[in-house]
Nanobody
Framework: VQLQASGGGLVQAGGSLRLSCIASKTILGHMGWYRQDPGKQRELVARLSRGGVAEYADAVKGRFTISRDNLKNTVYLQMNTLQVDDTSVYYC????????WGKGTLVTVSS
């Protein structure tokens, strides 16, 4: 499975960005997003089951929304009210007979 993420970039605090990730195959398990800062462990941002059950990190609840189009094998992350602390490299994730990761996309939130 290959995952292609897009949508990162530079935004001012309070702004919005939308990340997208397309999988090369049908994903029956979770799809989602993690983020990782230099020297730190990768952490869950949000993930979504194929059936639509979502999990969010406490830090992003109420600001980020994960969604998924199963017909397009695509997962989205709508990020609103971005904060400087959201600056990180975001990684797309999918579970399909194992863990699969996309290349990271950098999100930079300026003050």
């Amino acid at each position: 499975v290959q995952l292609q993420a897009s949508g990162g970039g530079l935004v001012q605090a309070g702004g919005s960005l939308r990340l997208s990730c397309i999988a090369s195959k049908t994903i029956l398990g979770h799809m989602g997003w993690y983020r990782q800062d230099p020297g730190k462990q990768r952490e869950l941002v949000a993930r979504l089951s194929r059936g639509g059950v979502a999990e969010y990190a406490d830090a992003v609840k109420g600001r980020f929304t994960i969604s998924r189009d199963n017909l397009k094998n695509t997962v989205y992350l709508q990020m609103n009210t971005l904060q400087v602390d959201d600056t990180s490299v975001y990684y797309c994730y999918a579970w399909q007979l194992g863990d699969h990761w996309g290349k990271g996309t950098l999100v930079t939130v300026s003050s």
